[in-house]
């Protein structure tokens, strides 16, 4: 063995190499899973117990001097390179290449943030794996109770408390009223599933932008006015809206909300099928019952809450007539955002 190592010393202090290849050679053969050094330190095991301090410490130097000699060789051959090589010219051009652009749902989400943000709407977010208490029970939505079907449900497990993916983003506001000090006032955008049939009208996966705002002193007026503000920012200065009775669960009294078709300008047209109007959001009053479930006292404070889907007013914004378009990663579809975004 010790003969052996002598050699490769010789060998290794005559190494020459002119490329990289050449240096990834030698660390095989030296320092790979075969390499030679590799299998003298196999060997070594098997040294009688008196020649192992003088043995091991050869097969130390050798070893070091092996990677010290491949590092000296690639600075070497690095040198070369710059030296030899082709010269670039830093004053070319670059290559062109195409870039991305922002998803249309991503850019009406952060636009209807920014406009409640001017208003002073905070932004609340929650998971999206929630449990029962939180979607229904908390929201008013007693076991059995009729309204559940309006939302048909991916449920992950069953239990005293299902776990299921929320419905809809009102989640976040209970969440919200259980741990936020009042006054409260956020906006809660997020995905939301619901076990529907995929069309062009309906998708199992869609994204939300709900609203809440709890105070002393909060009416329908106060409601009224944030939804005209928001239409107008969102749609134009032009834009009316009107609102509809209508009934959900977690608010009393309840309505949805239309705006005057931008497109006809309220004359009526296909999209919106005549009648010059266009649904956008549903809204209402807290029902006292969902404020006493989080622990806020309904003689004392009221609020008012509201919810839009984002494919909808992107659709309405850009008349996308297919919500199918949104999920499909078609490169020609997003590219035609390119000059509006």
Request: glycine fraction near 8%; hydrophobic fraction near 40%.
């Amino acid at each position: 063995m010790k003969q052996r190592i002598e050699e490769l010393l010789q060998e290794i202090q005559e190494l020459k190499a002119q490329k990289l290849q050449d240096i990834e050679e030698y660390r095989i053969k030296l320092l790979g899973k075969k390499g030679s050094i590799t299998k003298l330190f196999e060997d070594f095991r098997e040294v009688l117990p008196e020649q192992k301090r003088e043995l091991g410490q050869k097969l130390n130097t050798l070893k070091n001097l092996a990677s010290s000699k491949l590092e000296e060789l690639k600075e070497k051959v690095g040198e070369s390179i710059l030296q030899n090589g082709p010269k670039s010219d830093f004053t070319k051009p670059g290559d062109k290449f195409d870039l991305g652009t922002r998803h249309p749902i991503s850019v009406t989400r952060e636009e209807i943030i920014s406009i409640f943000s001017k208003f002073g709407y905070a932004v609340a977010e929650g998971p999206e794996i929630e449990d029962d208490w939180h979607v229904f029970g908390a929201l008013n939505f007693p076991p059995e109770h009729p309204a559940r079907d309006m939302q048909d449900t991916f449920f992950i497990s069953q239990s005293d408390n299902p776990v299921l993916l929320r419905t809809h983003t009102s989640s976040v506001q209970v969440r919200a009223m259980e741990r936020m000090p009042l006054p409260i006032r956020i906006v809660c955008p997020g995905r939301v599933f619901r076990n529907e049939a995929i069309s062009a009208r309906a998708h199992c996966i869609f994204h939300q932008v709900e609203g809440l705002y709890i105070d002393k002193n909060v009416s329908f007026a106060d409601l009224k006015q944030a939804v005209l503000l928001f239409a107008k920012e969102m749609f134009g200065e032009q834009t009316k809206i009107r609102m509809r009775p209508s009934y959900f669960p977690f608010t009393e009294p309840s309505a949805e909300v239309d705006v005057s078709c931008n497109i006809c300008g309220g004359k009526g047209c296909n999209i919106c099928k005549g009648t010059g109007w266009l649904e956008i959001m549903g809204c209402g009053m807290v029902d006292p019952n969902v404020l006493e479930a989080s622990g806020i006292d309904p003689k004392v404070y009221s609020g008012f809450a509201f919810g839009m889907g984002v494919e909808r007013i992107a659709m309405l914004k850009w008349q996308v007539k297919d919500l199918r378009l949104y999920f499909e990663n078609d490169v020609r579809f997003l590219r035609e955002f390119e000059t509006v975004i």
